[in-house]
């Protein structure tokens, strides 16, 4: 406060520009005298404090980084067990801090928590103080509107009454709240204000990011995600039992999985043959024919990356493709004994993939005894070619298929009751067919080739019938659409707080002892902005066409004019002088 200036005087301007915000005043606590609820009091009024909310906010975001660098048990339990493995002292030091379980763990969830009342707590009291902003009305002008940011005047001979007038109807088309009010000293005066969706934006931003939160833990705790690997001509019913592996929320109830079906046709896969982006998917769609409920009505659809199929709340993803050669084992009788197509996992991305052959049942040696047949398996669409480098496809597509094969009899495993993975063979009780050197037995095989076993043993042919597959993601995600919207709404909410410019304008027209009415313009916003001035002028310029300036005065007369008036009053730039 300047040493001229008044006390009345600098209350008025403060008046003026109180409550253009709605955030809760902080009164300092008075420490000394703090009790049991004092204290509750103070705690609450910290935890419901934007800079709180904003730091909570950076402790949420700081304590997802673990969850997206560290393996999770939710993801992939098979990762966690990795890298405990690998890492004897950090392993055991992440677990205990539940670094496996980010998302599920005591302080994760306790900022999540803390932030969520935060939030509710700051939102409360100032959505109650906007709505009394609302309804209530912009205040009388202060005293000295010369001390404003953005200010101009003039001289009129347009009777005060007509300037008011003039105000208030300009002020109202264009979209400002204005009223006819006292002012400081008991003149009268237009006051007007605009940009209430500043705060409403920033009411909306925050509201947003509680449906955000509400809509992340909701689905953290009712959704469902499971993969299938599905080959050409083969189906998927959605029971629990059909999935390849399946992870839920701890509220998911099983029996809500959507009822629906449906069949992968052929999948379609074409790719850029020459360039740097040779390898390149130009088309790559799973073609499915699938049905709702029991025993709905078939219908086709094509399911690409990022164009899922959707039925009944559930969305089947296309997320990986590959290869299942047909095959064809026969015993040493010539009697088919197994006959499928095996899909083989893909190790690059040009289609190379390995696998395993099981056959379980209905082999017998040539003594006639049980065996079990096993057959390490290595896959290229496109083959080099004979001693043309390593034995790694070329490209994608299949242009050159080969496969390669090695055998093993004996027993697989299987009945030991310990789970196997069904693309790798274990061959810890098998025995090796060997060739005429000793080595263990195997073969390259074009499509329609066959590979006999040492010793009449039977065979293995490799059919033209070369199938492709594909695996699906099927996914229940019940707060995914309402995140969406929450997260869009907090942008537009954001950009209304920042760019949305709260502020008032003042009108005062009184008349001078010279019969003359002197005109007073003045505008004051939340924070500074060189468009308050730049608007002012533009009210300003319209609201004097309609009360024109006077003619100047003679010496005399204008120094008996100016001796009445505001010796403050300069006219702002842009303004009508």
């Known amino acids: 406060m300047s040493?001229?200036?008044?006390?009345?005087?600098?209350?008025?301007?403060?008046?003026?520009?109180?409550?253009?915000?709605?955030?809760?005043?902080?009164?300092?606590?008075?420490?000394?005298?703090?009790?049991?609820?004092?204290?509750?009091?103070?705690?609450?009024?910290?935890?419901?404090s934007m800079r709180v909310a904003l730091l909570l906010l950076l402790l949420l975001s700081l304590g997802a980084i673990p969850g997206s660098l560290i393996p999770q048990n939710g993801v992939d339990e098979l990762k966690v067990q990795d890298f405990m493995d690998r890492h004897t002292t950090l392993g055991p030091i992440y677990d205990k801090l539940q670094l496996f379980d980010v998302y599920s763990s005591v302080w994760f969830s306790a900022i999540y928590i803390l932030l969520f009342v935060s939030l509710i707590g700051c939102i409360v009291p100032r959505t109650w103080q906007f709505v009394g902003q609302l309804r209530?009305?912009?205040?009388?002008?202060?005293?000295?509107?010369?001390?404003?940011?953005?200010?101009?005047?003039?001289?009129?001979?347009?009777?005060?009454?007509?300037?008011?007038?003039?105000?208030?109807?300009?002020?109202r088309q264009r979209r400002f709240r204005a009223h006819t009010a006292g002012g400081a000293g008991g003149a009268g005066s237009v006051a007007a204000e605009k940009g209430y969706l500043r705060e409403a934006g920033n009411l909306m931003f925050h509201i947003a990011l509680i449906v955000m939160l509400i809509a992340f833990a909701a689905g953290q705790l009712f959704k469902s995600e499971g993969g299938k690997l599905i080959t050409e001509g083969d189906g998927f019913s959605n029971t629990l039992s059909q999935y390849d592996d399946f992870k839920s929320g701890s509220l998911f109830d099983t029996g809500e999985l959507a009822p629906f079906s449906f069949t992968l046709d052929d999948f379609e896969g074409t790719y850029e043959k020459s360039g740097p982006n040779r390898g390149t998917p130009r088309t790559y769609r799973a073609n499915v024919t699938y049905s709702e409920g029991v025993d709905g009505p078939e219908?086709?659809?094509?399911?690409?990356?990022?164009?899922?199929?959707?039925?009944?709340?559930?969305?089947?993803?296309?997320?990986?493709?590959?290869?299942?050669?047909?095959?064809?084992?026969?015993?040493?009788?010539?009697?088919?004994?197994?006959?499928?197509?095996?899909?083989?996992?893909?190790?690059?991305?040009?289609?190379?993939?390995?696998?395993?052959?099981?056959?379980?049942?209905?082999?017998?040696?040539?003594?006639?005894?049980?065996?079990?047949?096993?057959?390490?398996?290595?896959?290229?669409?496109?083959?080099?070619?004979?001693?043309?480098?390593?034995?790694?496809?070329?490209?994608?597509?299949?242009?050159?298929?080969?496969?390669?094969?090695?055998?093993?009899?004996?027993?697989?495993?299987?009945?030991?009751?310990?789970?196997?993975?069904?693309?790798?063979?274990?061959?810890?009780?098998?025995?090796?067919?060997?060739?005429?050197?000793?080595?263990?037995?195997?073969?390259?095989?074009?499509?329609?080739?066959?590979?006999?076993?040492?010793?009449?043993?039977?065979?293995?042919?490799?059919?033209?019938?070369?199938?492709?597959?594909?695996t699906f993601q099927i996914s229940q995600e019940p707060g995914s659409m309402w995140a969406l919207g929450g997260a869009v709404a907090a942008i537009v909410g954001l950009a209304g707080s920042l760019f949305i410019q709260r502020r008032r304008v003042w009108v005062r027209a009184v008349r001078g002892a010279d019969g003359v009415t002197f005109v007073e313009m003045a505008g004051l916003g939340r924070s500074e902005s060189a468009k308050l001035p730049e608007e002012l002028a533009g009210l300003a310029a319209r609201l004097h066409d309609e009360a024109p300036s006077a003619p100047e005065p003679n010496d005399a007369t204008e120094a008996e004019t100016v001796s009445g008036s505001d010796p403050d009053a300069v006219p702002a730039e842009g303004a009508e002088k």
């Not at 109180?18 to 910290?46: C, H, K, M, Y």
């Not at 000295?144 to 002020?171: F, G, I, S």
């Open 3 to 48: 040493k001229t200036e008044a006390p009345e005087e600098r209350s008025g301007l403060d008046a003026a520009g109180a409550q253009l915000s709605t955030a809760p005043r902080e009164d300092a606590p008075n420490l000394p005298s703090l009790g049991v609820i004092g204290w509750f009091r103070w705690f609450w009024r910290q935890l419901t």
């Open 136 to 171: 209530g009305r912009p205040p009388g002008a202060p005293k000295k509107l010369t001390r404003l940011p953005a200010y101009t005047a003039w001289r009129t001979e347009a009777e005060p009454e007509q300037v008011h007038e003039a105000a208030l109807a300009l002020l």
């Open 299 to 470: 219908k086709k659809k094509s399911i690409e990356v990022n164009k899922p199929l959707e039925i009944d709340g559930s969305k089947v993803y296309l997320i990986g493709h590959g290869y299942a050669p047909t095959v064809t084992v026969r015993d040493s009788k010539g009697d088919v004994v197994y006959r499928n197509s095996v899909p083989l996992l893909p190790i690059d991305q040009n289609g190379t993939a390995t696998g395993a052959i099981k056959v379980l049942d209905g082999y017998k040696d040539k003594s006639g005894k049980k065996e079990q047949l096993g057959f390490n398996a290595f896959f290229v669409p496109t083959f080099a070619g004979e001693g043309k480098g390593q034995m790694f496809s070329q490209f994608p597509a299949p242009d050159f298929p080969v496969l390669a094969l090695s055998a093993y009899h004996g027993s697989l495993g299987v009945d030991s009751g310990v789970p196997q993975n069904v693309y790798q063979l274990d061959t810890r009780k098998m025995t090796k067919f060997k060739d005429s050197e000793g080595e263990l037995f195997k073969q390259r095989l074009l499509p329609g080739e066959t590979m006999k076993l040492p010793g009449g043993a039977g065979s293995i042919t490799f059919e033209k019938d070369l199938k492709e597959w594909a």
